[in-house]
């Protein structure tokens, strides 16, 4: 059964940095893409940064210059530097693992078949 867990989260002041992992257990297949997810409150869930098995980095205009993904294939593993953050940033920050295209672009969230439970990150003005 595949697993995937979040930790990294916490209250930073505006301008600071926070790094988030996701580990991803339970497969030993490589992934179609991995991708980093956040729900702000009262707002849907959208996509912030991700990678497919055959592109480089994508990431949301708004994070742009600011975040910074990253992957080890080996531990099965995703990244998400932030840095510069403000309080628009403010969210539940989810990882979500894609084992096949699914015929969904990479930034959907249909995409993706198996999401960790989030992790909080505040960001205080």
């Known amino acids: 059964q595949v697993q995937v867990v979040e930790s990294g989260g916490g209250l930073v002041q505006a301008g600071g940095s926070l790094r988030l992992s996701c580990a991803a257990s339970g497969r030993t297949s490589s992934w179609y893409a991995m991708a980093w997810f956040r729900q702000a409150p009262g707002k849907e869930r959208r996509f912030v940064a991700g990678?497919?098995?055959?592109?480089?980095?994508d990431y949301a205009d708004s994070v742009k210059g600011r975040f910074t993904i990253s992957r080890d294939l080996v531990k099965n593993a995703l990244y998400l530097q932030m840095s510069n953050l403000q309080p628009e940033d403010t969210a539940l920050y989810y990882c979500a693992m894609a084992p096949v295209f699914t015929g969904w672009g990479p930034r959907r969230e249909n995409a993706y078949d198996y999401w960790g439970q989030g992790t909080q990150v505040t960001v205080s003005s």
């Open positions: 990678f497919t098995w055959s592109s480089s980095a």
